[in-house]
């Protein structure tokens, strides 16, 4: 099992950056990927980025170039700065943690989402 703190979300125009963070904690087992996946309303979940304990990282082709994911091993957090936010970007943000970097499918441990909602 694994415990999450989410925090980070909120209101912001179109434009305007937001950064998201993510700590995560399993006893007794590292955590080799973690990311972030989001929902809008009445859409299904997808995935916006990720990034294992190597450095390897992925993106969503909606997101390059917008929002960058880091991640500081030591304390197993993940960050998701999100720059020149769109309309679009509103959902749910949901942070995920797995022993596998296959971010095309769902699995893995999940943290409860913080919303964030971009809007003028």
């Known amino acids: 099992q694994v415990q999450f703190v989410e925090s980070g979300g909120g209101l912001v125009q179109p434009g305007g950056s937001l950064r998201l963070s993510c700590a995560a904690s399993r006893s007794g087992k590292s955590i080799y990927a973690m990311g972030w996946y989001r929902q809008a309303p009445g859409k299904q979940r997808e995935f916006v980025a990720g990034?294992?304990?190597?450095?390897?990282?992925s993106y969503a082709d909606s997101v390059k170039g917008r929002f960058t994911i880091s991640r500081d091993n030591a304390v197993n957090t993940v960050y998701l700065q999100m720059n020149s936010l769109k309309p679009e970007d509103t959902a749910v943000y949901y942070c995920?943690?797995?022993?596998?970097?296959?971010?095309?499918?769902?699995?893995?441990?999940w943290g409860r989402g913080t919303q964030v909602t971009v809007s003028s």
């Open positions: 995920n943690a797995r022993d596998i970097a296959n971010w095309g499918a769902y699995g893995g441990f």
């Open positions: 990034r294992t304990s190597g450095g390897t990282t």
